[in-house]
């Protein structure tokens, strides 16, 4: 948590309307969605300006969230984006811990800024940007971590249905439907008080993942067809072309949740999905792990990534099949 004189600070910085903007990492998910948009319904409550300012467009079925649609999109509205953000007089960052988390762009524009930043995160090893910082990897999630600092600054009455929406939906996904290790009793003591104060659960777990498309289970089909298994290092890898992302008209979020898959063969402790993104010119990685493996250190030793113990990401500069091969000969040399 923030330190008891940060609470008291910020709580004096937000006694007075002020013009606030919220930033998500690029490609933001549900947490990063549900934490930003939550704030933003709480502190609109105080009678902020406030405005969500993502790095780039947000997947299909993250868009019934209250107020996602006034979301303004960086990579879409850049000069927009910049006007809200330069005349801001304060930027919640909130689900990442550096500001090339954002976008090369964004990122870039970020670091000119002297403004005061605050930091909401449960990534390891936070940059030094923010005024405020509140880092701790042992939630498991940023939603939850919102929700704290609510409480933390005495404003609990002010958690409504809407917010309460959007914090749940952040940490129903990053839990993984409240089965990954960091799912604590406090966790299900915040579920609780949310459902309390509104949350209709089963609504927006049939909103996440009961509005796929004749497509996206086609993708999955063939992102199952290519999974391989390697028993010799208790491992699997799942693999996507971007002609395949093609063939079955690929939208943002389509490969969401596909990485998981591979941990459900018995005997598998860590699994990858790489997707091959031709307009970027790199790989995309998603790592999964069960038990000790750490694919946090594992994507930052490798392959330009990071994120959690069991959860991680990265990419690569190489084609598909080198990178494939390139991970495949980390596990020989690790194992070996």
Request: glycine share 6%; charged share 20%; net charge negative.
């Given at each position: 948590m923030?330190?008891?004189?940060?609470?008291?600070?910020?709580?004096e910085?937000?006694?007075?309307?002020?013009?606030?903007?919220i930033?998500?990492?690029r490609?933001?998910d549900?947490?990063?969605?549900g934490s930003?948009?939550?704030?933003?319904?709480?502190?609109?409550?105080?009678?902020?300006e406030?405005t969500?300012?993502?790095?780039?467009?947000?997947?299909d079925?993250?868009?019934?969230?209250?107020?996602?649609?006034?979301?303004?999109?960086?990579?879409?509205?850049?000069?927009k984006?910049?006007d809200i953000?330069?005349?801001?007089?304060?930027?919640?960052?909130?689900?990442?811990?550096?500001?090339?988390?954002?976008?090369?762009?964004?990122?870039?524009?970020l670091?000119?800024?002297?403004?005061?930043?605050v930091?909401?995160?449960?990534?390891?090893?936070?940059?030094?940007?923010?005024?405020?910082?509140?880092?701790?990897?042992?939630?498991?999630s940023?939603?939850?971590?919102?929700?704290?600092?609510?409480?933390?600054?005495?404003?609990?009455?002010?958690?409504?249905?809407?917010?309460?929406?959007?914090?749940?939906?952040?940490?129903?996904?990053?839990?993984?439907?409240?089965?990954f290790?960091?799912?604590?009793?406090?966790?299900?003591?915040?579920?609780?008080?949310?459902?309390?104060?509104?949350?209709?659960?089963s609504?927006?777990?049939?909103?996440?993942?009961d509005?796929?498309?004749?497509?996206?289970?086609?993708?999955?089909?063939?992102?199952l067809?290519?999974?391989?298994?390697?028993p010799?290092?208790?491992?699997?890898?799942?693999?996507?072309?971007?002609?395949?992302?093609?063939?079955?008209?690929y939208?943002?979020?389509?490969?969401?949740?596909?990485?998981?898959?591979?941990?459900?063969?018995?005997?598998?402790h860590?699994?990858?999905?790489?997707?091959?993104?031709?307009?970027?010119?790199?790989?995309?990685?998603?790592?999964?792990?069960?038990?000790?493996?750490?694919?946090?250190?594992?994507?930052r030793?490798?392959f330009?990534?990071?994120?959690?113990i069991?959860?991680?990401?990265?990419?690569?500069?190489?084609?598909?099949e080198?990178?494939?091969?390139?991970?495949?000969?980390?596990?020989a040399?690790?194992?070996?």
């Amino acid at each position: 948590m923030f330190t008891t004189t940060e609470i008291k600070k910020l709580k004096e910085i937000l006694s007075h309307p002020k013009k606030i903007s919220i930033v998500s990492h690029r490609n933001p998910d549900g947490d990063a969605m549900g934490s930003s948009l939550g704030l933003l319904h709480f502190l609109q409550q105080l009678n902020h300006e406030v405005t969500f300012v993502s790095p780039n467009d947000f997947p299909d079925f993250l868009a019934w969230l209250p107020n996602a649609k006034n979301t303004v999109i960086f990579e879409k509205e850049e000069e927009k984006a910049k006007d809200i953000l330069n005349s801001s007089e304060l930027i919640f960052t909130l689900d990442f811990n550096a500001l090339h988390r954002t976008g090369h762009q964004m990122g870039a524009y970020l670091e000119t800024l002297t403004l005061p930043m605050v930091l909401i995160d449960h990534h390891e090893l936070p940059d030094d940007y923010p005024a405020f910082t509140f880092s701790d990897t042992n939630y498991g999630s940023t939603c939850q971590m919102v929700y704290d600092f609510i409480n933390a600054l005495g404003y609990n009455h002010l958690i409504d249905k809407d917010v309460a929406t959007c914090i749940y939906t952040g940490i129903l996904t990053d839990s993984g439907g409240f089965r990954f290790p960091k799912t604590t009793p406090a966790t299900h003591r915040c579920v609780a008080e949310l459902i309390e104060r509104g949350v209709n659960n089963s609504e927006v777990y049939n909103l996440l993942y009961d509005n796929s498309t004749y497509n996206r289970l086609q993708l999955l089909g063939r992102a199952l067809q290519n999974l391989k298994v390697l028993p010799q290092y208790n491992a699997s890898y799942i693999t996507l072309s971007q002609k395949e992302l093609d063939s079955f008209n690929y939208q943002k979020g389509d490969t969401e949740g596909i990485v998981n898959y591979g941990l459900t063969i018995k005997g598998i402790h860590l699994t990858a999905i790489f997707i091959e993104n031709k307009e970027e010119g790199i790989v995309k990685i998603s790592f999964r792990s069960q038990g000790s493996f750490d694919v946090n250190q594992f994507a930052r030793n490798h392959f330009n990534g990071g994120g959690h113990i069991n959860a991680a990401g990265g990419k690569s500069f190489s084609n598909l099949e080198e990178t494939v091969n390139q991970f495949i000969a980390i596990l020989a040399k690790e194992k070996a």
